[in-house]
């Protein structure tokens, strides 16, 4: 899990969503409020259909993406109600969420605030580690 998660505000301008995405090698960008409460999530789906929208064929264009194209910040763009667990949630519990809902990671919240993020790939080492250590 990664505690020390790079995160936007909801009035975060695009140019600075961007500018995040740039600067760091994430793949999810939580979105909080003003509480400090998660609000949504953007992607890297989202920017590059941003960036790219004009040069996407207009077969892909939907309205969701058509909307997304004309907004000014983060809030306008973002998935909101993103997927959550809690802290305790068990490794078996969050790679089953993420397999059947085909996400890569999960935020982890704690009464509605942002604690961590979990990835497949954090799961995978968890994982390995334990195995290895049973087989001794």
Known sequence: MTRNVVIAHEDALLEEIFALFEKHSYHTLPILNSEKKLVGIIDQDIVLEILLFS?????????LAAVRSLGVHAKD???THPMTIAPDSSLTYAANLMMKHRFDRVCITEDEKLVGIISKRDIVKEVSKRRALEKG
């Open 55 to 63: 040069q996407i064929p207009r077969a892909k264009h939907t309205h």
């Open 77 to 79: 763009i973002m998935i």
